[in-house]
Nanobody
Framework: QVQLVESGGGLVQAGGSLRLSCADSGRTFESYAMGWFRQAPGKEREFVTAISRNGGNTNYANSVKGRFTISRDNAKNTVYLQMNSLKPEDTAVYYC????????????????????WGQGTQVTVSS
């Protein structure tokens, strides 16, 4: 069973940085590709970034490319999202998600493909 718990959200000024963490309390973290999604008020949940099981392949939404970095530490059952140069439009609830896969190298952008979700962490960027 996968249980995902996000942390690291908060209030930051534009141009600042935050690092989100998502920890899995289960024993099968390596079996899952991971993703980060976000949902702003009144908007649909959208893809932010994803990483393969082995951490070797990643993908980013155009809106965050060059500013955000996803990484994972399989020994710690944790995936991270480093967010730099934050903008007010990055304000949202950020969710991590896990997708079971036999592929070591694939990442996934479609939220419908994910099996497990965290509870979300609020990120607010003030102008």
């Amino acid at each position: 069973q996968v249980q995902l718990v996000e942390s690291g959200g908060g209030l930051v000024q534009a141009g600042g940085s935050l690092r989100l963490s998502c920890a899995d309390s289960g024993r099968t973290f390596e079996s899952y590709a991971m993703g980060w999604f976000r949902q702003a008020p009144g908007k649909e949940r959208e893809f932010v970034t994803a990483i393969s099981r082995n951490g070797g392949n990643t993908n980013y939404a155009n809106s965050v490319k060059g500013r955000f970095t996803i990484s994972r530490d399989n020994a710690k059952n944790t995936v991270y999202l480093q967010m730099n140069s934050l903008k007010p439009e990055d304000t949202a609830v950020y969710y991590c998600a896990a997708k079971f896969t036999y592929s070591w190298g694939n990442y996934y952008e479609d939220l419908a493909q994910y099996n497990y979700w965290g509870q979300g962490t609020q990120v607010t960027v003030s102008s």
